[in-house]
């Protein structure tokens, strides 16, 4: 009895190590066969791949970037909304990223001990591959930058004039627009996050006047000090021309690139007109 125990477990152990050893063979020869391959039960969004090459996922990466290319893609800010979609703004599938992965999705950098237990899991499970995407920076800048709405409004330069009796100030206001540069870090925010379609919201970007609040004051006191009465004489006449008067003359302009208050040529031409309308002869230039 005990020397057919001692048979029956020596058959035994035999075919454990014939066991071992054609599955350590399996194993290598597996490996070898996939090397730059894609393992087993490995796919990529759904499409099986495996034992396909980089040409294949390729194939795969394409169909998906065809599929994504007319989702939506809207970007926001305040009093502007641009809709335009993703083969235009510049999004698509990272490839390079995607092929890495599934190439890489039954590999293991460790040692042989760690690849055959990878090697091994791949024989009962499977492994899908997520799409990940990428903005081309460039292409969305240029997009930005050269969309028409972009420049959400123009600044609006401080002025002031006399016109209509007091000085009637226009106060500055800074203008927007869509800084691309803002627009690229929130789209690649969205992307990071998922696939399309993207939503983002942007701030919008301020344009500053050339002449502030400060230039628009000082302009206005030198006004004042211009706004006094006059005395007008044309050859032996004299007249006089109120405060008032004279500040209805005045407009802003920008001189020398300061804002600063001028007289109105033909605003002056008409007060002096009036004060002389009774001059029997033509008039020569006023002197004040």
């Known amino acids: 009895m005990g020397r057919k125990l001692v048979r029956s477990g020596g058959f035994l152990l035999i075919l454990a190590i ?22 087993r039960n490995v ?16 194939r795969v990466l394409a169909a998906e970037n065809a599929t994504a290319a007319s989702l939506p893609v809207v970007i926001r800010t305040d009093g502007l909304t641009i809709e335009t979609d993703v083969a235009t703004a510049g999004v698509s599938v990272d490839e390079a990223a995607v092929t890495a992965a599934a190439l890489n999705a039954r590999d293991s950098d460790g040692n042989i001990v760690d690849r055959f ?3 091994w899991r791949s024989l009962r499970g499977s492994v899908d591959v997520p799409l990940t995407y990428e903005v081309n920076a460039s292409q969305l ?23 209509n009796g007091g000085l009637e100030v226009t106060d500055a206001v800074a203008g927007r627009y869509l800084a691309s540069a803002d627009v690229v870090t929130a789209l690649q925010a969205a992307v990071a996050a998922g696939p399309p379609p993207y939503s983002v919201d942007v ?86």
């Open 18 to 39: 014939v066991a071992v050893v054609l599955v350590g063979a399996a194993f290598l020869i597996d490996e070898a066969m996939h090397r730059d391959r894609v393992g």
């Open 43 to 58: 796919s990529v969004a759904g499409f099986v791949v495996a034992d396909g090459s980089a040409t294949d996922i390729d």
């Open 117 to 119: 237990r990878s090697w």
């Open 141 to 163: 800048k240029q997009f930005i930058d050269t969309h028409p709405a972009a420049v959400i409004n123009h600044p609006q330069e401080p002025t002031f004039s006399g016109l």
């Open 203 to 288: 701030a919008a970007t301020p344009i500053p006047t050339v002449h502030t609040a400060a230039d628009l004051q000082s302009a206005l006191a030198a006004a004042d000090e211009l706004a006094t009465r006059l005395t007008v004489s044309i050859n032996d006449r004299t007249g006089i021309i109120g405060g008032e008067s004279v500040r209805r003359w005045i407009d802003s302009d920008v001189v020398d690139g300061e804002l600063v208050p001028v007289f109105a040529g033909d605003r002056v031409q008409e007060s002096v007109q009036a004060l002389f309308t009774d001059y029997a002869e033509p008039l020569s230039t006023p002197q004040f």
